[in-house]
T-cell receptor, first 113, second 113 residues
Framework: EAGVTQFPSHSVIEKGQTVTLRCDPI?????LYWYRRVMGKEIKFLLH????????ESGMPNNRFLAERTGGTYSTLKVQPAELEDSGVYFC???????????FGSGTRLTVV | SQQGEEDPQALSIQEGENATMNCSYK?????LQWYRQNSGRGLVHLIL?????REKHSGRLRVTLDTSKKSSSLLITASRAADTASYFC?????????????FGQGTILTVHP
C-alpha cells in the first residue's frame, strides 16, 4: 500500500510569490489533514477534510492560505502571497473514517526568502 | 506548560540503555499518540493509548498514561543507534475535535553506538 505522498519535498520562493503544495492520501482514506511546523515551534493543526468537505479549518492562520480537495482525492494547499513567517514544514496526514490511526507524509519544507 | 509538552527536550544515551520520555497535557483526551521523526523524514506513528488504558506495549516500546496527572511516558528499552530521532506525543480530544492532534515540541533522542 502506497503511503501519503507530498509534493514537492522542498520549495524555496520569494516573499510575495505563490506556492502550491500537494498531498496524495492513501487510497480510500476519507480523512485528510494538514499540519505545519514553523521553526522552533510545535507541529500545529491547520485543517481537516472529510472527502471533499472541510470539516475543521480552525487552524488556518489567515486568508492567504487556501486548501482544496476537489473530488475527495488529493488535496492542495496554496499560499498566496507567501510571507517570511510561512516558512516551515507542512505535513499532510490521512486516515480511514472513524479511525484514530493517522499516516503522515514526509512533509514539504517551504522556505520563503 | 503547554498541551503535549515533552520532557526532556533532548536525551543522549548509549546503545543498549533505556530511554524514557515524558509528556504532559492540559485537556481531557480520547487518546494519546507517540510519533517518531527521523531527520528530514515524515512522522511515523508508533503507538496509541486510549484514555481508558494505563499501559501499552509494542515491541521495545512501553507507553503509560496517567489521566489524573495528565501525563504519559514513552520507554524505549535496549536502545539502538537507529532509534536516534525526534519523538513527539500528540493528544486527540476526539468528539468534535476528532482528528485535530495537538503536538508537543518533541524530544530529540540521540543513541550513541
Amino acid at each position: 500500500e502506497a503511503g501519503v505522498t507530498q509534493f514537492p519535498s522542498h520549495s524555496v520562493i520569494e516573499k510575495g510569490q505563490t506556492v502550491t503544495l500537494r498531498c496524495d492520501p492513501i487510497s480510500g482514506h476519507d480523512n485528510l489533514y494538514w499540519y505545519r511546523r514553523v521553526m522552533g515551534k510545535e507541529i500545529k493543526f491547520l485543517l481537516h477534510f472529510v472527502k471533499e468537505s472541510k470539516q475543521d479549518e480552525s487552524g488556518m492562520p489567515n486568508n492567504r492560505f487556501l486548501a482544496e480537495r476537489t473530488g475527495g482525492t488529493y488535496s492542495t494547499l496554496k499560499v498566496q502571497p507567501a510571507e517570511l513567517e510561512d516558512s516551515g514544514v507542512y505535513f499532510c496526514a490521512s486516515s480511514v473514517r472513524g479511525s484514530y490511526g493517522y499516516t503522515f507524509g514526509s512533509g514539504t519544507r517551504l522556505t520563503v526568502v | 506548560s503547554q498541551q503535549g509538552e515533552e520532557d526532556p527536550q533532548a536525551l543522549s544515551i548509549q546503545e543498549g540503555e533505556n530511554a524514557t520520555m515524558n509528556c504532559s497535557y492540559k485537556t481531557s483526551i480520547n487518546n494519546l499518540q507517540w510519533y517518531r521523526q527521523n531527520s528530514g523524514r515524515g512522522l511515523v506513528h508508533l503507538i496509541l493509548i486510549r484514555s481508558n488504558e494505563r499501559e501499552k506495549h509494542s515491541g521495545r516500546l512501553r507507553v503509560t498514561l496517567d489521566t489524573s496527572k495528565k501525563s504519559s511516558s514513552l520507554l524505549i528499552t535496549a536502545s539502538r543507534a537507529a532509534d536516534t530521532a525526534s519523538y513527539f506525543c500528540a493528544t486527540d480530544e476526539g468528539g468534535t475535535s476528532y482528528g485535530k492532534l495537538t503536538f508537543g515540541q518533541g524530544t530529540i533522542l540521540t543513541v550513541h553506538p
